[in-house]
């Protein structure tokens, strides 16, 4: 990070130091049965495996600035440019076997570097079986 807090934008600089996986997973609405009856939502991950980033918590004066402005962020993940995470996504971080949800996603202005996923803490993930393997789709 440089004297701003900001995650240095170099497309090598944190190139090695992803050695964390994480997996996002994306919520959908269940749709309608043939009968009308709806069916309940489900997550899916975004990729078939777990993805490479790099993690670290957040420092005491940006944990400060957060709560400034009534925001429970905890944790910053740094990913390879990728156009399928959103605010409220889910993130399992496998190393910690931590649930959370994404508060903030920052985008760089090159778009082809790193993306920084920010990201507060769940008490519990979504239930066993409404987590679907990668590309469900409802009957």
Not at 33 to 56: D, I, N, Q
Not at 90 to 107: A, C, F, H, I, P
Request: with cysteine.
């Amino acid at each position: 990070m440089d004297s701003r807090g900001y995650v240095k934008r170099s497309s090598s600089y944190l190139y090695f130091k992803k050695d964390k996986k994480a997996q996002i997973f994306k919520k959908h609405k269940g749709g309608k049965t043939s009968s009308g009856l709806s069916y309940t939502e489900y997550w899916t991950p975004v990729a078939p495996v777990s993805l490479w980033c790099y993690a670290t918590q957040l420092t005491q004066e940006q944990l400060y600035a957060a709560h400034a402005f009534w925001n429970d962020e905890t944790r910053l993940f740094v990913f390879n440019n990728r156009n399928d995470i959103a605010q409220y996504d889910y993130l399992y971080y496998e190393t910690k076997d931590q649930w959370y949800e994404v508060s903030r996603v920052e985008t760089a202005d090159d778009y082809n570097g790193e993306l920084c996923v920010y990201v507060k803490n769940l008490k519990y993930g979504p239930k066993e079986d409404a987590i679907k393997p990668y590309g469900y789709e409802p009957q």
